[in-house]
């Protein structure tokens, strides 16, 4: 069983700042990835941004140049770092991870519950 508790959504006014993280726990054996990924209402699910268990970061093209995605592996914990907020960037932010996890083969796919980023004047 893995469990991802995202934490750090709220409201924030353009050009603002935010920073998400996201702990997972469980019988994790190791990461694959972990990442961000969003969903606005009336829109699909889309990747934010990545990461792997490399260090090689992946970024929608809409978020380049203003979010950071980053991880402490000894916590099993991926940030992401948001900056120069836009009303664009409203969403429910999912946390995502790829796990080898104790008695299952393979890489497995687990998500948080999401947290709310709303992007407002």
């Known amino acids: 069983q893995v469990q991802l508790v995202e934490s750090g959504g709220g409201l924030v006014q353009p050009g603002g700042s935010l920073r998400l993280s996201c702990a997972a726990s469980?019988?994790?054996?190791?990461?694959?990835?972990m990442g961000w990924y969003r969903q606005a209402p009336g829109k699909e699910r889309e990747l934010v941004a990545s990461i792997t268990s490399g260090g090689s970061t992946n970024y929608a093209d809409s978020v380049k140049g203003r979010f950071t995605i980053s991880r402490d592996n000894a916590k099993n914990t991926v940030y992401v770092q948001m900056n120069s907020l836009k009303p664009e960037d409203t969403a429910v932010y999912y946390c995502?991870?790829?796990?080898?996890?104790?008695?299952?083969?393979?890489?497995?796919?687990?998500w948080g519950q999401g947290t709310q980023v709303t992007v407002s004047s």
């Open positions: 469980g019988s994790i054996v190791s990461i694959n990835s």
């Open positions: 995502n991870g790829r796990f080898q996890v104790l008695f299952k083969s393979g890489v497995n796919d687990y």
